[in-house]
């Protein structure tokens, strides 16, 4: 993603650090549907601490089953960051968001 395309959503920040959102890319079964599997958001992120930038990626499946992970969290940076949330949640097929949408829920502890 261009991030000369859409003003900076930062959803996380203090002092000398923050985190930026830059995409979300939803396959969360919806509501009105009955899936196999609950499915997944991908959310892609940008933090920038003590002038590094770094990008990562955090998901909202958690474990699955051995061997296939979707991380729900992540240490960088001397930082642990934990995907608490994501809303909204999708409610009908093809339902789709603009990332102003979505509200992301962290949980930032410094290490």
Do not use: H
């Amino acid at each position: 993603m261009d991030d000369n395309t859409i003003d900076d959503i930062v959803i996380y920040q203090d002092q000398n650090t923050t985190i930026t959102l830059l995409g979300v890319e939803d396959n969360r079964c919806p509501t009105e549907v009955i899936c196999w599997w609950q499915g997944n958001a991908a959310i892609d992120m940008r933090i920038e601490k003590d002038n590094e930038t770094l990008y990562f990626t955090l998901n909202t499946a958690g474990e699955i089953y051995a061997g296939t992970n979707y991380f729900e969290s992540i240490s960088i940076l001397d930082l642990n960051i934990e995907l608490i949330d994501l809303q909204p949640y999708p409610e009908e097929e093809d339902t789709t968001y603009s990332l102003y949408d979505y509200n992301v829920d962290l949980e930032v502890i410094y290490e």
